[in-house]
């Protein structure tokens, strides 16, 4: 009966650890922007067959990688599977974003696959160590 009672404790504590530091380097090298965010705003924008596109409006908490400052307002987009409950959409989250350019020349932004997490002090403390490790290193001449 102990080792029932004790797993659940074990398997709580692993999941605060996740995702590992090497993860959150991968999706950090593989899009322009990398910021916790608190969500505003959420609408759907477009559906096709199985998919909704939603059109997300937030702040920028703290800025890990691009060009948003903490405070700036960010839009950015999401696919998602029909039927997502609109609450994913709320509170604050860390988001992975990709740019594209439009043909006007405007920046989209739009979620890295699979990589928007809820905020957790873990998460934001790897980013940081992430963030520290990627900065340019100022020449000396």
């Known amino acids: 009966m102990l080792v029932v009672a004790v797993l659940p404790v074990c398997a709580v ?13 991968s999706d950090y090298k593989a899009v322009a922007v990398v910021a916790h965010i608190r969500i505003k705003e959420a609408e759907i924008t ?3 067959i199985g998919y909704e596109n939603w059109r ?6 703290e800025p890990f990688k691009g060009k948003f400052k903490k405070g700036d307002a960010i839009e ?30 405007k920046i989209r932004y739009s979620v890295l ?19 520290r490790l990627h900065r340019p290193r100022k020449r000396s001449e």
């Open 46 to 48: 477009n559906r096709i």
């Open 56 to 61: 997300i409006r937030g702040e920028v908490i």
């Open 13 to 25: 504590a692993q999941d605060d650890d996740w995702p590992s530091l090497s993860y959150l380097r």
């Open 76 to 105: 950015y987009f999401h696919g998602a599977e029909v039927g997502i409950k609109p609450e994913y959409f709320t509170g604050e989250k860390i988001v992975f974003l990709l740019a594209e350019r439009e043909r006007d020349g």
């Open 113 to 131: 696959e699979n990589s928007t997490l809820p905020y957790t002090e873990d998460r934001v403390k790897k980013l940081r160590t992430i963030r």
